[in-house]
Every structure is written in C-alpha cells, then in structure tokens.
C-alpha cells in the first residue's frame, strides 16, 4: 500500500491526512479558475480524487468524494448532487480497482483511470441530458484524455512527501 | 498490566475498513439522488447553495485574481493605433445617434402628453445599472455568465441584462455580491419577440451551440431571412422594442405543422465586457384594478394622467 506501485523496490513514508485534504482543497482552487467554454480542462478534483481513492482507500472514500462534489456543484452553480453523484460513484470504482491498479508502471496505471474518468463525465452528462439540457459536443470528453496524460507527473507529485532519501544507512532495518 | 489487558486491546486497524463499500455507495447515492430530486423539482436547496458560494467566495476572488491580470496586461499593450481607431469608431457612433438623442427627451415628453390626452397607461421607465461580467460559469451543459452585481447592489431574481446591442440574457440566481445570468442561447431560456417588420409575436428559445429558435410558428408566416426580432413586452419582464436577435435560415418543410426559423443573437451574448442590468419593470395592472386604484386614497395612475390632461 506504500509503494508507488507495489511491484516497485521502493517503500514509501506513510502519507499525512493533513496533505491529502490540502491537495484535494487545491484541486478544488483549480476547479474554480474561469476558463468558459474552452474544451480539455482536466477535471482537477476528479483526478485527484481517483489518486487519493487508488493509493489510499482507507483514508479517502466516498464520503469525502460526496462533499467535495457537493461544493462542487455550488461553485459551478450546477444541479445540487450532479457532481456529488458521479464523484462517489467514482470513488467506489476507484477503491475497487486499487488492489489491482497498483501493480501496473504508471502509464497502465493512467490507462486504468481513463474509464473512471470517463464514466464520471458520463454520468454527469446522463443527468444533465434527463433534465433537459443540451449535448455540449464531443470535446466534452477531452478533458478526460487530458487528464490522464498528466496522471504520470500529478502521480510522482503527489506522491513527493512520501519518498525517503535515497542515502542508505546500514543500521536502519529498511 | 495482566497478560488479558493486552488480549482485550483493540486489534491494529486491518481490518477497519468502516461500512461495506456497498453499502456505503448505496447510502451515498441515494443522498445525492434525494439532493438532484429536491433541487430540480422542488427547488429547496437555494438557501443551503447561497450558504455555501458565500463561502467560497474570497476563494474564487482569489482565483480571479490572476485572469484579471492577464486580462489588464493584454489590455495594456493593446497597441496605440487600435485604441485610436476605435475612438474615432465611437466618434463617428455618437455624431450618428446624436439626431435621436438629443430629440429623446423632446419625444418623451411629446408621447408622455399624447398617452395623457388619450388616456392611456404610461410607459414606465426603469433603473438600470452597469455591471462586470466576472467569468463564464464552468458548466458545458448550460450557457451562464456570473456578474458582478448581487442582491448587495439591489439586483433582484428575473432581471433583464442587455448589452450596447440588444439583450442578452436574465438574471436566473442572486448572490450577495454576484449574480447569475443565463444567457439568451441556452436551451432553457425562451423570451417572447415580435417581428420588427410586421409585429408578429413569438416565442424565441435558445437551440444550444450559441443559436436560437423561433418556436410554434405556421409554416406560412410571414417571416423571412434577415428579419430583426425585438421583445415583445407580453411577459411583464423584458420592456418591450428591445432588439433580439436576427432570423438567418428558414425551414418550411410541409411535412411538419410549424417552420423550423434559425436565428442568431443581436449582441454579444457569449463575448466578455460590460452589461446593463435593467431594474424590475413593474407590472402595470389591469383596467379594472385601475378603476379601483382610483378609489383609494392613492393617486391611480388614471387619475395622474387626468391630472396631466388638466395642465
């Protein structure tokens, strides 16, 4: 559960609940930067929150992934519950495929995200569409593909508090 | 300590793992299933929303901060050329409306007279205030702008919003220092025109990816390509002669009961840049309640305008 991925040599620190909720809150401050209509903007909050649901399903769950989608539909003054529905919808698929994502290099591990993402777009779009609104194009689905391009270094930056330094020292045990 | 206290101690959380994830999904779901339920059909959570965008408001504040800057650098390196040509641009704009302008008041007053003589109702001027449009909202479904004017500033829910070219949407959420508009081009926003050329009353509704439609006409109106359509006033909201939009295509296929009319905005309606927030057109009441009007101590308007005869 520690590692970057678990077929690595490298063990990690264990992670602080403090940084978790701190890159989740700035996630959400991603979120909130205006850029209208333009198509491929990763869903922060979405990545970050499959990140944290993948490496730490102990700690980060749907209950958190219902309240950041809760201020999440206030801030894009959407639906109250669109966001909140998809994100723990996500959270759940994501802590399912923990246990397996992790034992993939981080570019299979991308590839296993892509789907969650999608799906997420995918039923905020179903609950939009029953409710009347319009199809906003097939771009729409972009910001998905844009996302998992940068699973790689979002990955290794999140992950940045965690790594020990690399010196050896004979008298520690690992 | 006894060798039994360390057996009654709690195990190390292995296997804490909370509720069934199933369960959990299950709960959280029907939570956020009761939540879209509550706000699309009974609208109950608008307190609990404006609680929570009080909040994070200095956060997006913040956020806008460096927009705006980039937006003023780009703005402060426009080259001197530019910024002269659109000078002499609203130069030559003024020297033209400057005709109807300076007659307006003259024809107010003259229409102010003609409505008093004829005993008609007179027309109502509203308030009107300029606001910032602050950003786009960040949902692809809808077509929302927020600006930067709430209920601080007296803006109230059901507002019109035009620009220097025609309306451009209504005000649909109020926040204490911002407010939401929905723009004239989403799929949920309909405003009641008529035909310049003709008078023609419609319904105008937006028909998503920035076009509109006029709605429920007979195949054989008199419509044609490049007809301006202007409010209509029916609703009690908009005033009415306000430009809308243009027709640019028409469809009249038999085989359907109403033609499929394409228009597009008159103003700027997805572009950035500074609105008028029109004041809440009061309602004026109808002839029988004029009568009654006059009856009470207030003075009704029937009686103003007899008033207005009698100078």
Not at chain 1, 32 to 48: C, H, K, M, Q
Not at chain 1, 64 to 80: E, K, Q, R, S
Request: aromatic content about 8%; hydrophobic content about 50%.
């Amino acid at each position: 559960m520690i590692q970057p991925t678990h077929s690595s040599r490298r063990i990690l620190l264990p992670v602080s609940g403090w940084f978790i909720h701190f890159t989740l809150v700035s996630a959400l401050v991603l979120n909130l930067i205006p850029f209208g209509r333009l198509p491929g903007i990763p869903d922060w909050v979405a990545l970050v929150l499959a990140f944290w649901c993948i490496h730490q399903p102990l700690k980060v769950g749907m209950g958190t992934a219902f309240f950041f989608g809760l201020v999440m539909d206030v801030a894009n003054a959407n639906i109250m519950g669109q966001h909140a529905l998809a994100y723990v919808l996500l959270a759940f698929a994501a802590g399912g495929l923990s246990r397996r994502v992790l034992w993939f290099p981080l570019v299979q591990q991308a590839l296993h995200v892509l789907p969650l993402l999608l799906g997420t777009q995918l039923v905020m779009l179903l609950i939009r569409m029953a409710t009347g609104a319009e199809f906003p194009g097939i771009l729409y689905f972009l910001s998905s593909f844009v996302a998992i391009l940068i699973w790689h270094p979002v990955s290794l930056l999140l992950l940045l508090p965690q790594y020990r330094p690399v010196e050896r020292d004979d008298n520690r045990p690992i | 300590m006894s060798a039994g206290g360390h057996i009654g101690h709690s195990p190390p959380p292995f296997f804490k793992r909370g509720p069934a994830p199933l369960a959990q999904l299950t709960l959280f779901v029907s939570f956020a299933l009761l939540l879209l339920v509550a706000d699309l059909r009974y609208g109950t959570l608008e307190p609990t929303r404006l609680m929570i965008a009080t909040l994070l408001w200095p956060v997006q504040k913040a956020v806008l901060l460096p927009v705006e800057g980039a937006n003023d650098a780009g703005s402060y390196f426009a080259n001197l050329t530019s910024l002269q040509q659109e000078n002499a641009e609203l130069r030559k704009r003024q020297l033209a409306q400057a005709n109807l302008l300076l007659r307006q008041a003259h024809l107010d007053n003259e229409n102010l007279r003609l409505r008093a003589l004829l005993e008609m109702q007179e027309k109502l001027d509203v308030p009107a205030r300029a606001a910032d449009i602050l950003y786009a909202a960040r949902d692809p479904f809808s077509r929302r702008i927020v600006v930067d004017r709430g209920s601080a500033h007296e803006v109230e829910l059901g507002q019109a919003v035009i620009d220097d070219l025609g309306v451009i949407g209504q005000v649909t959420r109020v926040f204490p220092l911002t407010s939401e508009v929905t723009l004239l081009t989403d799929k949920n926003q309909a405003i009641p025109v008529q035909v310049g050329r003709n008078g023609l009353r419609a319904i105008l509704a937006g028909a998503g990816s920035g076009t509109m439609e006029l709605k429920f006409l007979p195949a054989n109106a008199d419509v044609q390509p490049g007809d301006t359509l202007v409010t209509s006033g029916l609703d009690g909201i908009y005033l009415p002669g306000l430009p809308v939009a243009r027709v640019t295509s028409i469809d009249r296929n038999n085989s359907f009961s109403f033609a499929r009319i394409e228009c597009v905005p008159l103003a700027g309606v997805e572009r950035h840049g500074q609105v008028l927030v029109l004041g809440k057109r009061r309602i004026l009441p109808m002839p029988e309640e004029a009568e009654d009007a006059v009856k009470k101590p207030t003075m009704g308007r029937k009686a103003r305008a007899a008033a207005l005869k009698s100078h």
